[in-house]
């Protein structure tokens, strides 16, 4: 079903550094899987593996249903674009496009017709004749897709693939991206750090950090139910607050999965609505609590049962104001709409609105 | 800003600096100038004192060089410098591309196979370089001796080739390393051979590198002298050896014909520079502009 398949993955280098440890992952026809996570957590080395650009130390990598751990490169028939695009510099726009389709043995008929057609799909007709150091970013990216996408490999792969590009010729490409890989109905990786364009361009996001993966799920998902404290941390602009509570009182769950508890959070006893599990934890338990900056409320500066503090910055962010409350040396952000009038040392109280707190155990995974 | 302000100012450097510049440069070309201008005088202008700087000029010393007037009679001799040139060309050339393309195959594989102690080989084949030629004199005549190689083509070709192999090699690997290995992987992904990498990624790419290369191992093969003097015979001698030989005689010195003989010398060499200028220049700095 699945026409990636990594079962157990590991990369070890030579100097004992473990890149990647036991990755399991699979990506299906026409998805578009991203690798998200950090420098240096090992999504390049998991993308370059899949390549055959390097060596799995053990564990199998399958594509369309053939082992491929034994195999080059070249014989793998995966088309990849890299983060610097790699265009050959000395062969023009148009060799650079025909090259992959030398090792295809095609006629020259079938290879110009092919040429047509992506530099047709992608807007390269003008620029065919040129080398590629004559081409601008945005070019040279629309190049390094064309030449990936000439061919008709078993899966795409995307390193970086916007990283070079300024913001608006990035929100563009994006979406040109997204659209050409939607038509080809065939398995594409992309690697990526920045989350926005994990976000919108995925169907389902694998989380990495340290070799690991994390979490592998939906952008909603990945959102809404963080499986533990590093995804929570890093999806999400402005990041999650995650504040250290106790339960101190917790009923039985209801029907509908919910149940309701008491936490005490920076010397206040706050209530709310969670997650049915969190019923299995002890009361006087340590947790974490996430909450999103968008899911605070304000509420009446004298309301009881909210979370009471100090308004410490107010920036700005256009449609919206990120506003830091600091309150007994816990720094919470919190994005509010920008017609609330917020000075710094004002006092508020904020809660969090229904359903959308996360509670994390003493290990730092979701309990639910 | 000081940075930005010192490349803006390349080109501009004022009239001042560029006059001080044209002097220097004079004053270093002053005595190529001459050995040509002698080129073209007779005899007695040749040695005529003051320096003349106006005369009417003469081929005279360029049919000399190939003809030599006979002392008896009105007839010519050979003088042999045709052959001598040619040895020059066919020496200096096909030891140079030798060395490049074993050079550059070697390179490849330093750079980008290494071998367990690579840089212990790489040092090697430089201290091959660091020694005084002159050491090695004495071995290679006596080697040369017992296989036969003295006055040969094969021997003279052979070891300008192995002279030129560290500094082809250290110069390719060094246009290697500085490759974007991306675009190596991308040709694999591609459905490309090791070969093809190598042949149609790799090579295009160090192509100025290489010029650069072959210009500096040609000057230097063109001027070598000792080696021609002790390993070449009348038959493959080039054209150094035979200057050097000219000097002397019952009659002295003749100046314009010696002057005659470094004018055409210097021709191959300032050709093979101009040609290659560009790819000089991209040479040398190779690296140094990136991206």
């Known amino acids: 079903m699945f026409d990636i398949r990594l079962d157990k993955v590991t990369k070890q280098f030579g100097n004992g550094l473990v890149a990647v440890d036991k990755a399991d992952l699979n990506v299906g026809r026409g998805e578009v899987m991203c690798l998200l996570g950090p420098s240096g957590c090992g999504k390049t080395t998991m ?33 990849m674009a890299f983060q610097f695009y ?138 809404s139910k963080p499986t533990n404290l590093f995804v929570a941390g890093f999806i999400g602009t402005p990041q999650m607050n995650l504040l250290e509570a106790t339960l101190t009182e917790v009923g039985q769950p209801n029907s509908g999965g919910v149940v309701a508890a008491h ?106 | 800003m000081e940075r930005a302000r010192e490349i803006r100012a390349i080109g501009y450097a004022g009239w001042r600096r560029t006059l001080g510049a044209g002097i220097i440069s004079l004053a270093y070309f002053f005595p190529v100038f001459y050995i040509i201008m002698t080129a073209f005088k007779t005899r007695p202008d040749a040695l005529a004192m003051p320096i003349k700087f106006f005369f009417t000029p003469t081929f005279q010393n360029f049919y000399s060089v190939f003809l030599r007037a006979d002392i008896q009679g009105g007839g010519t001799t050979n003088s ?40 212990t080989y790489l040092f090697i084949i430089l201290t091959t370089r660091m020694l005084p030629p002159i050491i090695a004199i004495i071995p290679i005549f006596v080697l040369f001796r017992i296989f036969g190689l003295s006055g040969s083509y094969t021997g003279i070709i052979a070891l300008y080739t192995a002279f030129n192999l560290p500094f082809s090699i250290w110069m390719a690997k060094s ?60 038959e493959t001698r080039t054209v150094p050896v035979a200057i050097a030989r000219t000097i002397g005689g019952q009659v002295g010195v003749d100046w314009g014909l010696m002057s005659a003989i470094e004018t055409l010398f210097i021709i191959p060499v300032v050709i093979v520079t101009f040609l290659l200028q560009n790819q000089l220049l991209r040479g040398v700095t190779f690296g140094t502009i990136r991206k």
């Open chain 2, 80 to 119: 042999g410098f045709g052959l001598y040139f040619f040895n020059s060309l066919f020496i200096g050339g096909t030891s140079v591309f030798l060395a490049l393309i074993i050079g550059t195959s070697a390179a490849y594989g330093f750079s980008r196979f290494p071998l367990r102690g690579n840089e």
């Open chain 2, 175 to 234: 246009f290697f390393d500085d490759l974007d290995r991306d675009i190596e992987d991308a040709a694999r992904m591609d459905g490309s051979s090791e070969w093809s990498v190598f042949r149609k990624i790799c090579l295009p790419q160090v192509y100025g590198g290489l010029a650069a290369t072959f210009v500096f191992a040609v000057i230097l093969t063109w001027n070598e002298f000792l080696f021609a003097l002790m390993l070449t015979g009348t």
């Open chain 1, 47 to 79: 993308l370059r593996m899949i390549a055959g650009l390097e060596w799995a130390t053990s564990g199998d990598i399958t594509i369309a249903g053939k082992r491929v751990n034994d195999l080059p490169a070249r014989e793998r028939n995966v088309a």
């Open chain 1, 86 to 223: 790699a265009l050959y510099p000395s062969l023009s726009v148009e060799d650079n496009l025909a090259y992959p389709l030398h090792a295809e043995n095609l006629s020259k008929a079938e290879i110009a017709a092919r040429i047509a057609r992506v530099s047709e799909a992608l807007d390269l007709k003008s620029i065919l004749k040129r080398r590629p150091h004559q081409l601008g970013e945005g070019e040279k990216q629309r190049v390094a897709v064309g030449r990936s996408i000439v061919r008709d490999p078993t899966c795409f792969l995307f390193d970086e693939p916007l990283s070079r590009l300024d913001i608006q010729l990035r929100q563009t490409m994006r979406t040109q991206i997204k659209e050409i890989l939607s038509r080809l109905d065939k398995p594409t990786v992309i690697v990526t750090h920045d989350q926005i364009e994990a976000l919108t361009m995925a169907d389902r996001i694998a989380v990495m950090q340290q070799g690991k993966i994390e979490q592998v799920a939906s952008p909603h998902e990945l959102f």
């Open chain 1, 263 to 368: 936490f005490a959070l920076l010397g206040e006893n706050i209530s709310a609505t969670v997650n049915g599990g969190v019923a299995k934890l002890a009361s006087g338990s340590k947790v974490t609590l996430g909450i999103r900056p968008r899911s605070f409320e304000f509420v009446d500066p004298g309301s009881t049962d909210a979370l009471h503090a100090g308004v410490d910055i107010v920036e700005p962010m256009g449609a919206e104001i990120l506003v830091h409350l600091i309150e007994k040396g816990a720094d919470m952000r919190c994005v509010v709409q920008n017609n609330v009038m917020l000075a710094a040392g004002d006092r508020v109280a904020v809660r969090c609105k229904a359903g959308q707190l996360h509670v994390f155990d003493e290990a730092g995974n979701l309990v639910g």
